[in-house]
């Protein structure tokens, strides 16, 4: 894989057309319930930040992994149980219909979380 990606753009050309389109369905969800994010390139994938980092996808020959952190999967516990997964991260199969409702959900969790991380930072410094 190219490790001079600069560009979320740039990443999705690395991947079939039919995986594209899925990870442009994840970009849009993402985009939508954080518009304030700044979209990135991080570890080699695509990832967002608004108070910190948000969360990251990335693709693979069989999946699509989704990496909100350990806050938001285990937040999330029972829809992602459905789904292979980690402390911090979600395998969603290629070939299967994307559970865009949980991302939106889980985007908008750690939009939160990193809001009031934020504002607790600010609280402690006065």
């Not at 560009?7 to 057309?17: D, G, M």
């Not at 952190?69 to 219909?97: D, I």
């Not at 889980?106 to 934020?118: D, G, Q, T």
Request: hydrophobic fraction near 40%; aromatic fraction near 12%; charged fraction near 30%.
């Amino acid at each position: 894989m190219n490790t001079d990606i600069k560009t979320v753009e740039e990443y999705f050309s690395l991947f079939p057309e039919e995986t594209q389109m899925e990870m442009h369905k994840i970009r849009e969800v993402i985009k939508e319930n954080a518009p304030k994010a700044e979209e990135v390139i991080s570890y080699k994938m695509p990832a967002y930040k608004y108070h910190g980092m948000l969360v990251y996808f990335a693709a693979y020959k069989n999946h699509i992994g989704f990496y909100p952190g350990a806050g938001g999967v285990a937040a999330f516990k029972e829809e992602v149980s459905k789904y292979k997964n980690a402390k911090g991260s979600v395998q969603f199969p290629l070939g299967k219909p994307l559970p865009l409702a949980l991302v939106k959900k889980i985007v908008k969790f750690r939009v939160k979380e990193n809001e009031e991380k934020a504002l607790k930072k600010v609280i402690t410094k006065k």
